[in-house]
Each structure stands twice: as structure tokens, then as C-alpha cells.
């Protein structure tokens, strides 16, 4: 019988999910699976049905992704899956289509999604738009380079409590930096502790948050796996997310989660390149950082996309760029575009006039939220320098003081 992709029936949502815990080979609680559903809009949940029988999953986000100088819509892959039995028979490259012009029929310039492998996506014309830095600390070795005040204190919350505490911190911080997506109420749901007790036996998750006389400044979620050696305890702190809207809070929720108690390991990862804990360490090596990639991004429209953000590293750039783009996926984007800044808005459109640098959808992604400068890319071949001197006018217009961060996986 063939394989045909179609939209989930509603009814056949948890279904959905389960099947995605085979392919994952992970189990996902009930309660989780809960908090996914309320988040998602069922229109933009496809899955590969061989007969009745559901053989793969994929599901889109409907979200707001912060970009330079405001948010741009943004279809949120996620769950892409095909049972064991069925893959490597073309059924993810047909979702994939299903949902890149799901996201293009409903004016979405942007489509996002973390990989569980990088090799995969990036035939669709997907870009590392992010690079994530990720932790393995020696708690009691890092230290703070200078002798900071010690300020302020630390509130632990109970299990449901604590969102309108932490939001506005959240929002801060978003507005600081490109690649935060807006988080309604139902997706802080799934981000603070909601249970008790942790499915798998363990501790659980908490929050604490961290106040002064001006108020909350900063928060982290994080739970503790407890071990003990022969030579004593040798716990480690997972952190899942931890925020601050002031230099301070940033400084005094890493205090906190490096003085863990009976802790000696922190581990997180989805840190921006540049996190200040790096800048704050006595010793930087003993954070154990490594590099990984964080949100790939999909230019689904290029001219709505381009006009979207705002240009400059005080968002009020001026120049002129033309770029030749290759995009044999969305071939409704290839060709060459007219970029023409003034006061850090950009008009794009097309143009027959000679190109100053060529790329591909992936390498503009990458660009994008500033995560890349298109001189790097160059030297990695992937920008191409038409004419002298458009890499130098490329990088007066595309960077962001501040690497792009995106907290949220999904
Ligand atoms: C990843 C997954 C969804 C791929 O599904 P699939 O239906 O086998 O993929 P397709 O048949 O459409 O593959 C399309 C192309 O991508 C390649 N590809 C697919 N998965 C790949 C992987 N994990 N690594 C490298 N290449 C991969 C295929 O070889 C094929 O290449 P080709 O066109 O040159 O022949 C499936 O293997 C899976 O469920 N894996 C476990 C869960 C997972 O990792 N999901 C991704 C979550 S972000």
C-alpha cells in the first residue's frame, strides 16, 4: 500500500506523540504530552499513513521569533519522524515540503527547528543561525575574576508558582538579544517545574528566582542529580535555562548554581557564543565549554524576511547590497536581490543590476540574526565576494552587538 501524508486527525494526537517515542526511543510523560498539545495548532501537525497505520510524525509552532529590530512570524518544525520501518523512503523530505509551504502559504517568513543531527536539514536550506555554547563546569573551580559584591537574595518557588515573576525577566532579556521566541502563558507551562516528583524517579525540576530592592532580576530552572563516591558527594546540577535582565542577575544566578551545595558539576548547554559567564570566570577553562550548533533557521520568504529586520550595530545602518541567491528548494526566493538600507530599514527587491556577493539560502540564514558575519562565512567559501569590498558593506549591515540566543528548544 503507499505511504500518504496527510494532516494528524485531532483525535489521533496522542497517538501522534507515541509514535514519535518510538522513532525518539524515548518516553515522554503524560503530563508532557499534555502541555504539547495545548501549545499546538492541530492544522500544522502531518504524519505519513501507510493504509491507517501512522508511520512517521511532524508538527509546526505557530511562534514569534525576536530578530533585529522586532519579531518576524515563524513556523516552529518539530517532532519530524519516521518509524524505523519506513525510513530512508522519502517520507521526511515529504513533510518537509508539506510544511515549508504550509509556512509559505500562510506568509511565515521564517521556519526554525532545532536538529537532532545537523546533516539533515540542511538540504532543505536550512542555516546555523545560532551557535550554541554548552557547559561541563568544575563548580569549585571556576571562581569570579574580580571580588563582586555579594547582593541581593534567592526565593525557591513551589511547583505552578512563579511565572509572572519570571516572565518580565524573560521579556527583558529578549529584548536584549535576536533568537528569543515570545513565550505565552502555555509554553512557560511547559518550561517551569510542573511536577512534584520526576517521572524517571529522580529529584525534581526548580526554580529559583533572584531578587533586589529593584525587584526579580534573574531566575534558572535546573534539578540535581545526586551522587555520592567513596570520597564524598559528587552531584551534578543540570541547568535548563537561566536568565537575567541586569549584568548583576546574570552574575549572582551563576553564583548561586556554582555554590550549589554537594554539587561539583554544572552542566547546560544553548548558552549564546558570548554569554558573560565566560567574561565573568576566574578560570574560563574550567567551565568545560564546548560548541555545538544551536537554532537552524529557513528563510521561507527572502523579501519579507529581509524588510523584517532592522540593519546596523545600532540598528540605524545605511548601504546598498545586491546579492545573487541560490535557492533550488524555495525557488520563489533564487535569484538576485536589491538591499537598499537607509536609517536601518531595508528595502529588497529583485533586480537585474550586477551582483556584489553570491549565497545560498543556508549561508543568508546564517546571517541572518547575526550569528555569522558574512567575511567568516567567507572564509569557509560559502559567501562569495563579487565585487571588492561588499563583504566589508555586508558586515556593516548584518551584525548584532550581541550573538543571537535561543533559550527555548522545542
Ligand atoms: C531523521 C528521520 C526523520 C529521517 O527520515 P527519512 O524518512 O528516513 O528521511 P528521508 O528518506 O526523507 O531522507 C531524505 C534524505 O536525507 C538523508 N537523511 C535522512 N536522515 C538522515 C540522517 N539522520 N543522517 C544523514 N542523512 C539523513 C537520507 O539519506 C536522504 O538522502 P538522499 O536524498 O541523498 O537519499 C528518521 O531517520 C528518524 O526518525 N530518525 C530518528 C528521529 C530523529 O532524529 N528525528 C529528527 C528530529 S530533529
Not at 496522542?14 to 518510538?22: G, Q, R, S
Not at 559528587?234 to 537575567?244: L, M, P, R
Not at 540593519?311 to 524555495?330: A, F, K, M, N, V
Request: include cysteine.
Amino acid at each position: 500500500m503507499s505511504v500518504e501524508i496527510r494532516v494528524c486527525p485531532p483525535e489521533r494526537f496522542t497517538e501522534l506523540i507515541k509514535t514519535a517515542e518510538i522513532a525518539f526511543a524515548e518516553d515522554m510523560p503524560d503530563d508532557m504530552i499534555g502541555r504539547v498539545e495545548r501549545v499546538a495548532d492541530k492544522e500544522r501537525w502531518f504524519a505519513p499513513f501507510d493504509g491507517e497505520r501512522m508511520v512517521g510524525t511532524s508538527g509546526i509552532f505557530t511562534m514569534n521569533l525576536k530578530v533585529p529590530g522586532g519579531e518576524l512570524p515563524t513556523g516552529g518544525v518539530t517532532f519530524v519522524t519516521v518509524l524505523p520501518s519506513h525510513r530512508r523512503q522519502g517520507l521526511m523530505s515529504g513533510m518537509m515540503r508539506r510544511m515549508i509551504d504550509d509556512c509559505h502559504s500562510r506568509g511565515e517568513p521564517l521556519a526554525a527547528l532545532w536538529a537532532a543531527e545537523g546533516t539533515i536539514y540542511q538540504r532543505f536550506g536550512f542555516g546555523m543561525a545560532t551557535i550554541c555554547l554548552n557547559l561541563e563546569a568544575e563548580a569549585r573551580s571556576v571562581g569570579f575574576a574580580r571580588e563582586w559584591p555579594r547582593e541581593g537574595s534567592f526565593r525557591m518557588l513551589p511547583v505552578g508558582e512563579g511565572r509572572e515573576l519570571v516572565a518580565p525577566i524573560y521579556e527583558a532579556a529578549r529584548a536584549e538579544r535576536c533568537g528569543f521566541f515570545a513565550r505565552p502563558p502555555e509554553w512557560w507551562e511547559g518550561v517551569l517545574p510542573f511536577v512534584e516528583k520526576d517521572a524517571k524517579g529522580g529529584a525534581a525540576r526548580r526554580l529559583v528566582v533572584y531578587e533586589t530592592a529593584d525587584g526579580p532580576e534573574a531566575y534558572a530552572v535546573y534539578k540535581i542529580k545526586s551522587e555520592w563516591i567513596g570520597r564524598g558527594p559528587k552531584s551534578e546540577a543540570v541547568v535548563d535555562e537561566a536568565i537575567a535582565s541586569t549584568p548583576r542577575g546574570t552574575r549572582e544566578i551563576w553564583r548561586y548554581l556554582l555554590e550549589l551545595d554537594l554539587v561539583r558539576t554544572v552542566k547546560t548547554w544553548k548558552l549564546p557564543f558570548d554569554h558573560p559567564l565566560f567574561a565573568l570566570a576566574a578560570e574560563p577553562r574550567r567551565l568545560g565549554t564546548t560548541m555545538g550548533d544551536g537554532l537552524w533557521l529557513r528563510i521561507v520568504d527572502v523579501g519579507a524576511a529581509l524588510e523584517g529586520r532592522t540593519y546596523g550595530i545600532d540598528g540605524r545602518g545605511s548601504g546598498q547590497l545586491t546579492i545573487e541567491l541560490r535557492d533550488d528548494y524555495c525557488p520563489w526566493n533564487a535569484g538576485r536581490w536589491r538591499i537598499q538600507v537607509a536609517d536601518g530599514r531595508a528595502r529588497a527587491a529583485r533586480t537585474d543590476a550586477a551582483a556584489d556577493l553570491a549565497l545560498d539560502a543556508n549561508d543568508l540564514a546564517c546571517l541572518f540574526m547575526g550569528g555569522y558575519a558574512a567575511t567568516g562565512l567567507a572564509t569557509a567559501a560559502r559567501v562569495v565576494e563579487l565585487r571588492p569590498g561588499s563583504l566589508v558593506v555586508a558586515d556593516g549591515l548584518f551584525p548584532t552587538p550581541l550573538k543571537p540566543w535561543c533559550p527555548q528548544e522545542f
